[in-house]
């Protein structure tokens, strides 16, 4: 199963607001509430910032929110900080055979 | 503290063999879903492979008979064994627990918790 797709960037000013698209199929994100993402800065191990579509882990700043609507799950960021510069990571549970399938990543960038 | 930290990458010729170990402190490796997760270099993330609380296993299929999770639970130790190597299998491998374990009694499918990563180079 290929991987979940992601734009390969995304950019916006601090304050702004940035929303990351995430698309799969009916055998992963259509068929279950199992989003997840993922922000990993640079040589560091992937942070969980969004699970089951739309909740927060403990910590993780209300500014960023999750959505899913069909195939296609969203991460939004709002109110840019300079430290949101990273690569976002979407993962869905798609069935027992495939287990998870991580989307392919989005650097994005605070101008 | 909570903690995984993995070890046991490093270089290995192609056909090779390594086993990698993910030390859990402040948590039961046998009361958590496990998995192990790569990423090449400049790639993205790759699952590939979990072990269950109850014993349950499931591979990716890039590594279906070629690497085998298991876990030691009196040492809350996961282990990843690597057989057959090949060049595209170079990353770093993470071990990372479903926050399933801790919040409900079913996995989550999410990975609230990653060691900090060993890195597996196959050249000849």
């Known amino acids: 199963q290929s991987a979940l797709t992601q734009p390969r960037a995304v950019s916006g000013s601090p304050g702004q607001s940035v929303t990351i698209s995430c698309i799969g199929s009916?055998?992963?994100?259509?068929?279950?509430?199992?989003v997840s993402w993922y922000q990993q800065h640079p040589d560091k191990a992937p942070k969980l910032i969004i699970y089951?579509?739309?909740k927060r882990p403990s910590g993780v700043p209300d500014r960023f929110s999750g959505s899913k609507s069909g195939n296609t799950a969203s991460l939004t960021i709002s109110g840019l900080q300079a430290e949101d510069e990273a690569d976002y990571y979407c993962?869905?549970?798609?069935?027992?055979?495939?287990?998870?399938?991580f989307g392919g990543g989005t650097r994005l960038t605070v101008l | 503290e909570v903690q995984l930290v993995e070890s046991g990458g490093g270089l290995v010729q192609p056909g090779g063999s390594l086993r990698l170990s993910c030390e859990a402190s402040?948590?039961?490796?046998?009361?958590?879903?496990m998995s192990w997760v790569r990423q090449a270099p400049g790639k993205g993330l790759e699952w590939v492979s979990v072990?269950?609380?109850?014993?349950?296993?499931y591979y990716a299929d890039s590594v279906k008979g070629r690497f085998t999770i298991s876990r030691d639970s009196s040492k809350d130790t996961v282990y990843l064994q690597l057989s057959s190597l090949r060049a595209e299998d170079t990353a770093i491998y993470y071990c990372?627990?479903?926050?399933?374990?801790?919040?409900?009694?079913?996995?989550?499918?999410?990975?609230?918790?990653w060691g900090q990563g060993a890195m597996v180079t196959v050249s000849s």
């Open positions: 990372a627990r479903d926050m399933g374990g801790v919040v409900t009694a079913t996995p989550l499918f999410a990975f609230d918790l």
């Open positions: 402040g948590l039961a490796v046998s009361s958590n879903y």
């Open positions: 072990i269950y609380s109850g014993g349950i296993i």
């Open positions: 009916s055998s992963d994100i259509g068929g279950y509430n199992y």
């Open positions: 089951n579509v739309s």
């Open positions: 993962c869905s549970y798609a069935g027992s055979y495939t287990y998870v399938i």
